[in-house]
Every structure is written in structure tokens, then in C-alpha cells.
């Protein structure tokens, strides 16, 4: 455990630093070997969604429990770098399943509000600190707001803001070291939310064709951000495309590495 302690206060450290910690989500042990060896790599995210694909399941805890767990476990096992898992919405009992994680090598954690009423969500919350403390690390919890997620496409922007910030506020107030808000890419509304919060506070997602550069959400005080299931996207459209060129009568392409 005193590993697993040192490991949680390394993604700490990562999280508040003024240098902006960027994470590209992995999903098996082989993407999580060749993500850690690229230089300046300093910690790892898994995706849900990204393992729950890779087992043939639905995002939104459709994949068992002790199946992603396995995986996570393997992940962590694999890298000497700290590990953070996708808790989802904590599937049912969020405390447990942070307890079950850091149990499997996990030392941080994104937890899904789920828009629930603000009570459960804080409550959830300090559940998944609490498994942290009792396990004697400081488990580096993501909080993550649906407010964005869950929006209809015309809503007017203010007012979801304003729950963005409420909800984070609530987060923050209990113990949350970062927070999470998804869907979450304008400027000026990113802005906003860090000006609210305090910077290193805001964790965000890149989303391609849409997110500012890594560099320039540093400048705005973003405290990290990833990548989720995009990155198995990309990993997923090359072999695609190197699929789709063999069958027409090509060849594979001529930088392919041997990374594993």
C-alpha cells in the first residue's frame, strides 16, 4: 500500500501543477504499454467505454463489474505509472467499487454524477474518498457533471452553466481534488468554469475537431485532460483503413512499428 500511497500523491501533484496533465485513455494492457513508453507520459487513464467495447458491451455499465476490474488490474500491473480508472457511475455502491478498485492497483478515479439529485451525487462522492482514506491513499477523484452530457441541443447555455459550476462547487466542497465536465469546449465558457472554480480545479475531454490544443488549455488553467474513447477510435480507424487498403489490392502501411 505504501507504493499505491506514493503513486496517489504523484497523480495528485500531476493534477495540481501548473503544467496541464495530459492523458491519452488506454483500454487493454498492449495500448497501456505502448501509451507509457512514449516520453513525457507521466500517468494513465483507462476508458470505460473503450473496455467495455473490447468486450463486446455497451458503455453505461453494461460490462460486469469484476470483468472491467480484471482489466483495470491487468492495466495496472503491466506500467509503473499511476493508474486512474473510469469508475463510471460507481455501478450501484460507488464506495465499494473504489475500495474494489484501489484493491486492483488503482489510485484515482472518474465518477459519473449521473444528474442524480445534488445530495446522492455528493454523497457518492464522499463514499469513494472515504474507500481512498481507508485504504490509506489519497485517492485522486475526478467528479464528473452530466449537466453538459445529458442537455437537450437547444438549451440555452447560462443556465446549464450555472449547474456545470453549482454541481462542481458541491464536489470540491467535500473533498474532490478535480472535476470533470464533459462536452465542455468553448472558450469563453471554459472561462467561465475555471474562473468559478480556481484553476487546476477543471478537468476536461478532447474531442476531435472541436477541443482547443493541450497547450492552450493549460493557459486557461485546465487541470488535465483526456482523451476517453477517442483514442481507441484512432486505433480502430487506422486498422480500418489498413484493412480497407489490403482488400483493394494494396499493402500495409510502410511506418507500421513493432510496438508490441
Request: a negative charge.
Amino acid at each position: 500500500m505504501t507504493d499505491l500511497a506514493q503513486k496517489a500523491r504523484t497523480l495528485l501533484d500531476l493534477h495540481t501543477a501548473p503544467e496541464i496533465l495530459t492523458l491519452a485513455n488506454v483500454w487493454d494492457v498492449v495500448s497501456a504499454q505502448v501509451v507509457a513508453a512514449v516520453p513525457g507520459v507521466r500517468a494513465l487513464a483507462t476508458a470505460s467505454h473503450s473496455i467495455a467495447s473490447t468486450f463486446g458491451y455497451k458503455d453505461g455499465e453494461n460490462i460486469p463489474l469484476e470483468l472491467h476490474l480484471d482489466m483495470v488490474r491487468r492495466i495496472a500491473r503491466a506500467v509503473d505509472l499511476p493508474v486512474s480508472m473510469d469508475l463510471e457511475a460507481g455501478y450501484g455502491n460507488p464506495g465499494d467499487t473504489a475500495r474494489r478498485a484501489i484493491e486492483a492497483g488503482v489510485v484515482g478515479g472518474n465518477l459519473e454524477d449521473q444528474m442524480k439529485p445534488l445530495d446522492e451525487a455528493v454523497a457518492a462522492v464522499r463514499a469513494v474518498l472515504d474507500a481512498g482514506r481507508a485504504a490509506g491513499i489519497d485517492f485522486v477523484l475526478n467528479a464528473r457533471t452530466d449537466a453538459l452530457v445529458r442537455a437537450e441541443p437547444d438549451a440555452p447555455r447560462q443556465p446549464l452553466l450555472d449547474e456545470v459550476i453549482r454541481r462542481c462547487q458541491a464536489f470540491l466542497e467535500v473533498g474532490a481534488p478535480v472535476v470533470f465536465v464533459p462536452r465542455l469546449v468553448a472558450r469563453e465558457e471554459i472561462e467561465q468554469v475555471v474562473a468559478a472554480l480556481g484553476p487546476q480545479k477543471l478537468t476536461l475531454i478532447s474531442v476531435p475537431g472541436a477541443s482547443l490544443p493541450a497547450s492552450e488549455l493549460q493557459a486557461l488553467g485546465v487541470a488535465r485532460v483526456s482523451t476517453g474513447p477517442f483514442t481507441q477510435r484512432v486505433a480502430l480507424t487506422a486498422l480500418q483503413d489498413a484493412a480497407q487498403e489490403l482488400v483493394a489490392g494494396g499493402v500495409l502501411p510502410a511506418g507500421t512499428r513493432a510496438l508490441n
